[in-house]
């Protein structure tokens, strides 16, 4: 099937021509087939790199009307956006923040780029514009399955089919283990395959060979014995090493940020700046891995920022969750202009951005709970395999799985290699998500009695996928418990939100922290109003289930303990009296460091005073600056003057 062939205007064809994209690979006409360009509703579940954003720009370009396009991460949000933007003649739009809008602005646009989040906060804010959608594609619609934000998710689509009931929905899915039930509850058709431009082989190293699952075997000899090293990393190394000196890229995925900066570290000694040829500019290897470090350096001169400048100019990077955000997108965009020759990566990579590379290797299939160790999803690690081979470049991918021995690589085998993906469940069920979903629904007037919620929720995943979907006792119970907490009202015929609920829902914060953060002004109303300060909104907002928690280790307790009792007049909750204590203390390390920060503190002295990364802070600032707002229009509604929530919010 050509492209020239379909129902679209002569400059999208002439604009994908030139992205070379002119014979549909074999999934993307299956969607036309199934209907993707007639306004039917399509669920494609295929392999990464299968051409997905080619099969949503098709059913955006030939709906009759404006479309919406539904990510997870804003990352992915800003790459799609672009691609969009791109497109001759349409206007697209990018909205992922600012919870506490209808987006009113977005109206005007052919093509909106969100989060689900930004969608359901849209929706809860009185945004009209849904109503008029032609079209919306949900990218990676299995993390329907994933606690909180899947929940979200089905609610939002549901919510979305109610007010546009025309409404194309696209959604495009990994591969799962049962995409057809997600293909029912959206009465889709549903197109399946495991079809990839890139043949990929995946296998198992285990005493100096890999053996792969396409029957070859591979040697890699690896000098294990020294007690000194790590066999893994050492096995790791070789892989990596082979794959750039064969002209490929590297992908290395280790349990924790500590373990992909050890691997980097250990890698920079490979020398593999020089093997990898940059599709940029230079020809020239070497220089191309000092430009990389040098624009590291210029992105952010913290601690971190210098250690991955110094590896970059090895050819070598790291990425985790602590970087700041300007060096990870700097990281993957080096990455993909062959600038890199490899990353060591924590496995929140392989769900992001496009980083394709020819060999993929997993150290490390276990991940770090809190209390032990638990082997990571096979949909995760299906994910990262799937990040080799790139197409045009690779002749193949290539992705190996290090076992210790051969009891080790049975085990892998079974477990990732030959096994399917899970199967998506929703977690609607959960208590948290009921309450939640319930007061949104009552709060924007979709359901002002307990049988209207039902209604709504029939149109979710979780009905669909449960033959009597009993939620009655359960709706019940959020029902009640949020008219306890004050957010919902008994009325003559039904309930209705109060003005507290009402602002909880619009300002997108959980009833739980809507909660507390009355609580929290009520103790303020008894307190003299010298002692509060900018830590007592900061102690506030950081101990509300929306922020993030901040890791305290045995050596800072009984600083931090210190500090909490040497501000005793400052903080809302009485020591001896916090439901849990050890979350309260490391509410109160979360405030403290903010409190530094407002006060001048630099990136540099607060990741080195409380071992966390840039990027930690960064997503702290990111949800304090939300939820001080939030606390702000709380406070309005239950008449307590709290001026340090926005003065605080304003420093930030
Ligand atoms: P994913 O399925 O992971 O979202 P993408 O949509 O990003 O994959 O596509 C991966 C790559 O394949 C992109 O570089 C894209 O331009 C290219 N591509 C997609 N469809 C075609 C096609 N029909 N012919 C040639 N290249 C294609």
Not at 187 to 204: H, I, K, Q
Not at 599 to 623: K, M, Q, T
Request: aromatic content about 6%; overall charge negative; hydrophobic content about 40%.
């Amino acid at each position: 099937m050509r492209v020239a062939d379909l129902p679209l205007a002569p400059e999208y064809v002439d604009h994908f021509a030139a992205q070379g994209i002119e014979e549909l690979y074999p999934p993307q006409a299956a969607a036309v087939e199934a209907g993707v360009c007639d306004g039917d509703n399509v669920v494609a579940a295929v392999p990464t790199a299968s051409g997905k954003t080619f099969v949503a720009e098709l059913a955006l370009l030939t709906a009759d009307g404006p479309g919406l396009y539904v990510c997870p991460l804003r990352a992915l949000a800003r790459e799609k956006y672009e691609e969009f933007d791109a497109l001759p003649g349409v206007d697209a739009g990018i909205s992922t923040g600012d919870y506490d809008s209808a987006a009113s602005d977005l109206a005007s646009n052919d093509i909106v780029v969100a989060t689900s989040e930004k969608v359901d906060s849209a929706i809860r804010n009185g945004a009209e514009w849904v109503a008029d959608l032609a079209c919306v594609v949900v990218d990676e619609v299995h993390l329907l399955g994933a606690a909180g934000r899947g929940p979200t998710l089905e609610v939002t689509l549901a919510t979305l089919r109610r007010q546009a009931p025309d409404v194309q929905i696209v959604a495009l899915s990994a591969t799962v283990d049962n995409p057809e039930d997600i293909a029912d509850w959206l009465d889709a058709d549903l197109v399946e395959s495991t079809w990839r431009p890139v043949d990929l082989r995946v296998g198992v190293h285990a005493d100096d060979t890999v053996r792969f699952d396409d029957g070859t075997d591979l040697r890699v000899p690896v000098d294990t014995a020294d007690p000194e090293t790590n066999a893994d990393t050492e096995v790791t190394a070789e892989l990596v090493r082979g794959a750039v000196e064969d002209g490929g890229q590297a992908l290395a995925f280790v349990r924790s940020r500590r373990e992909a900066e050890a691997l980097a570290d250990r890698l920079r000694e490979e020398r593999l700046s020089n093997a990898v040829v940059p599709d940029g500019a230079t020809d020239d290897p070497a220089m191309a891995a000092a430009e990389v470090a040098e624009e590291v350096r210029e992105a952010g001169a913290t601690g971190t920022g210098e250690r991955l400048a110094e590896s970059a100019a090895w050819g070598v990077a790291f990425h985790h969750a602590g970087l700041s955000s300007d060096h990870r997108a700097l990281v993957e965009r080096a990455f993909r202009e062959r600038r890199l020759a490899v990353i060591c990566a924590t496995p929140t990579l392989a769900a992001g951005v496009n980083v394709p590379a020819r060999r993929v290797v997993v150290r490390d299939q276990q991940r770090y709970t809190g209390s032990g160790t638990e082997w990571l999803p096979v949909l995760e690690v299906h994910q990262m395999c799937g990040r080799a081979g790139r197409p045009h470049l690779d002749p193949y991918g290539e992705a190996v799985l290090v076992a210790g021995d051969d009891e080790g690589r049975e085990d892998l085998w079974e477990r990732y290699v030959t096994a399917d993906a899970e199967r998506v469940e929703s977690k609607l069920r959960d208590r948290g998500a009921l309450r939640t979903h319930t007061l949104a629904l009552v709060a924007t007037g979709f359901a002002g009695s307990q049988a209207e919620v039902l209604d709504a929720f029939a149109g979710t995943f979780y009905a669909s996928r449960t033959p009597n979907p009993d939620l009655g006792g359960v709706v019940g119970d959020a029902i009640a418990s949020l008219i306890d907490d004050g957010l919902l009202a008994p009325t003559d015929d039904g309930i209705e939100a109060t003005p507290l609920g009402e602002q909880v829902s619009r300002q997108y914060v959980t009833p739980e922290t809507g909660v507390r953060i009355v609580e929290g002004l009520r103790t303020v109303e008894a307190m003299d109003p010298d002692d509060v300060t900018e830590l007592t909104a900061l102690e506030i907002v950081c101990d509300t289930p929306d922020m993030v928690d901040t890791y305290l280790g045995n050596a800072e307790r009984a600083d931090i303990y210190q500090y909490a009792r040497s501000n005793a007049a400052h903080l809302t909750t009485e020591m001896m009296e916090a439901d849990d204590f050890e979350g309260w203390l490391e509410s109160v390390k979360t405030a403290r460091i903010l409190r530094e920060w407002v006060e001048g503190a630099s990136v540099e002295e607060l990741v080195d005073a409380y071992r966390i990364g840039p990027g930690d802070l960064e997503s702290r600032i990111e949800r304090a600056e939300w939820l001080l707002g939030a606390a702000d229009a709380l406070a309005e509604v239950v008449g307590v003057s709290m001026p340090a929530f926005s003065s605080t919010r304003a420093r930030l």
